[in-house]
């Protein structure tokens, strides 16, 4: 009789988090593909896995956010520097020009998104 392995859902989450293929997965956490399917089938399995793949764009997300400032610092510097190719400083200031457009739009989107949100909750802060 063979003793099979017991891997917690916690551990199999990891490993698909961590590696780029079902089998690199299955191989890290000492089980066949075919077991490592078995459990991702079982329920509330999707649910943890779904959770942690949400946890870690947020983290991505913030990383980006934090870095959008020295981004868009490196941006400005190359697209007013005289030493630079026109044409590299020109790509500069057009990705400057269409993501301060992108962030307007975004930033109008959710203003209206909440107005209306508000407004039928049955919320006005008008006057």
Known sequence: MTK????SDEAIVAALMTTSTLDAAAQQCG??????YERRQAPGFEKKLRKAQSEALSDTARFLQHATGSAAATLL????SKVRPAQVRISAARTILEQATKYSEI???QARLEALERYAEGVDDEP
């Open 4 to 7: 099979r392995k017991t891997v």
């Open 77 to 80: 510097e190359i697209a007013e």
């Open 31 to 36: 089980l066949s593909v075919r077991q490592l």
């Open 107 to 109: 930033t109008d989107i």
